[in-house]
DNA sequence: TTGAAAGCGCTACCAT
DNA sequence: ATGGTAGCGCTTTCAA
């Protein structure tokens, strides 16, 4: 390469990261070379002799939904903004497979690392706090955060949205989720939090498949609530994927929502509010949640240090939308 | 590292890789180091000595909806237990980002590339050209693949979906596009072609909104739709979740599906059996087309360069569901 | 503005 | 089974 256009190994360098400080003649030079060989600089040595590498790694739970779509559309604008590249690598819900992103994003030197969830392997932990790179935790609260968190209590979420539920008048309220990941388990203890609390006629029930949530499941779920119980008179579902299938099965073998059941989601989804019945969900603020996490790293990088807390809580809202209704039965 | 535990730093290298290959007491002492120091070996420095990555890259132009997933998720399970690690970037529909990803992809000497569509700048088919590379693309059929081609004809599924429509009787056949990839510019074709093929009473009517498709903008579609011109007999939607909203939208201001009019989608997506009225639609077998491609950039890599086609066009299925029927108007 | 030398942290190769 | 040597392809530092 460096011989093809007659420089040294050092000017292709800055002519290709600082085009300015070469002169003319040899820019052009190096770029006819460069294009002619489709030359692509080997990040792994730049990233070696630099100790830079221009990326910040993102640890989803899943890609097979729509879940963290808005989540990660806020990740990508502010990083990429920034002028960091984005490496988005899927834990499928393991924690063992979450240990294992780890390892490959340090391998590679992340400058920063933003992951879902407060609960991780002991190993994960161990690495995330010596690694020394800004890590921050999201969606969730945690009791004691690695370094930065931004996110939401799912228990008290959970608690509130079924609270909601009993407000209307409902007493038989189920919960519905498919694979149980820890946050669903948090919301899960603040249905059964706000059931017992609500009296002995609160009994929950709980119906779960243990699949990657999607809106077929929800429908598949709902069936099986038809099948094995009496209907309950109102649904917590753990993610609008699940309600909005529940809905659709519900329309299909006629049951009216929300005049028979009340359907309740939760994160307000992109399809929730343009639903028909549009569906009432716990909105968890998702695109917020990622820019804040982005921007926080970002700050972190730049030495800014902002006086900000290391702990925001962005909290939730529940949009009572048309799933929902008062008891009628 | 190698001096915490007292050995050199290639037997710290090999006890990192095959265990085997150290004495029990090294191995023990090397692990007690690696933990004490949460050490994770620089990538960067491996793969520069080793020149190989151990990873291969996946551009998509989406991750913010659903139409990928279960290409992903096939492309993660083939890659994954045959030791690759799947480095995925969006492009977000930009032939300028797409070009960006290559150029980092290859930076990292990927092993392989797995892009969907075949239509790339000039210096990105040049990039990948050069890169020596396995190079599979996805869900188009090229004229002159890059290489690897595996896909249908999207145009060809287009005139297709169209005739579908037109053999139900439906003279008034609406098209609905969010942002117009080329792959909608594809399909948008077949129906040009199908319409006018059919007669001079068959006009074409294309209703677009240039924004990332999603359940939700297939609602706005379709309220613009009803607006601005007279409600079509039948509407092929560019996809399913263009295809549901307007379900949705429909069913909100009373119009019946399929009576009143019937509607198409293309992918065949998860929630499209499942959906009520269920979804008729194009199915372009996403997760096979991602098995396929990750088992040929697999062969490609292991040398076994098989007895196979370079090019293989998957085909799709038109499902006809519940959301159309024969024209009653 | 350009270049020479050194070294980033690993692994391949060859010894022992 | 273990280690010494060299070198991967860049960038940093210092000189010219």
Redesign the interface.
């Given at each position: 390469m460096a011989k093809l256009a007659k420089v040294s190994p050092i000017t292709v360098s800055r002519a290709l990261r600082k085009p300015d400080a070469v002169s003319p003649e040899l820019r052009q030079r190096i770029d006819a070379a460069v294009?002619k060989?489709?030359y692509?600089?080997?990040?792994?040595?730049?990233?070696?002799a630099s100790s830079r590498?221009h990326s910040v790694g993102v640890i989803v739970p899943t890609?097979?939904?729509?879940i963290f779509?808005?989540y990660?559309?806020a990740l990508?604008e502010v990083f990429l903004n920034s002028g960091f590249?984005?490496?988005?690598?899927?834990s499928?819900y393991s924690q063992r497979e979450e240990e294992q992103a780890i390892?490959?994003l340090?391998?590679?030197?992340v400058e920063a690392i933003i992951i879902v969830g407060v609960d991780h392997t002991p190993m994960s932990r161990?690495?995330l706090?010596?690694?020394k790179i800004p890590v921050i935790e999201t969606f969730e609260l945690a009791d004691n955060p690695i370094h930065i968190n931004i996110g939401l209590s799912q228990a008290k979420a959970g608690r509130d949205a079924t609270q909601f539920l009993i407000d209307l008048g409902h007493r038989k309220i189920g919960f519905v989720v498919g694979q149980q990941d820890i946050r669903a388990a948090a919301r899960l203890s603040g249905y059964k939090e706000a059931m017992e609390k609500a009296g002995p006629e609160y009994q929950p029930m709980v119906t779960s498949i243990p699949q990657h949530s999607?809106?077929?499941l929800?429908?598949?779920l709902l069936v099986s609530l038809v099948n094995h119980n009496e209907i309950p008179e109102a649904l917590f579902c753990n993610d609008d994927n699940l309600a909005?299938?529940a809905i659709?099965?519900c329309?299909?073998i006629g049951i009216k929502v929300p005049q028979d059941i009340s359907i309740l989601g939760f994160h307000d989804l992109?399809?929730a509010?343009?639903?028909?019945p549009s569906l009432s969900t716990v909105s968890t603020r998702l695109y917020e949640i990622g820019k804040l996490a982005a921007e926080a790293a970002v700050n972190e990088l730049s030495g800014k240090r902002l006086d900000v807390s290391t702990q925001i809580d962005v909290g939730y809202e529940i949009f009572a939308r048309q799933s929902t209704g008062k008891n009628k039965r």
């Open positions: 294009h060989l489709a692509v600089p080997n990040l792994a040595a730049s990233r070696l590498s890609l097979y939904n729509v779509a808005e990660l559309r990508h590249q984005v490496v988005v690598v899927n499928r390892r490959t340090l391998g590679q030197r161990h690495l706090t010596q690694s999607s809106i077929a929800g429908s598949t909005m299938g659709m099965k329309r299909e992109e399809f509010a343009s639903a028909s």
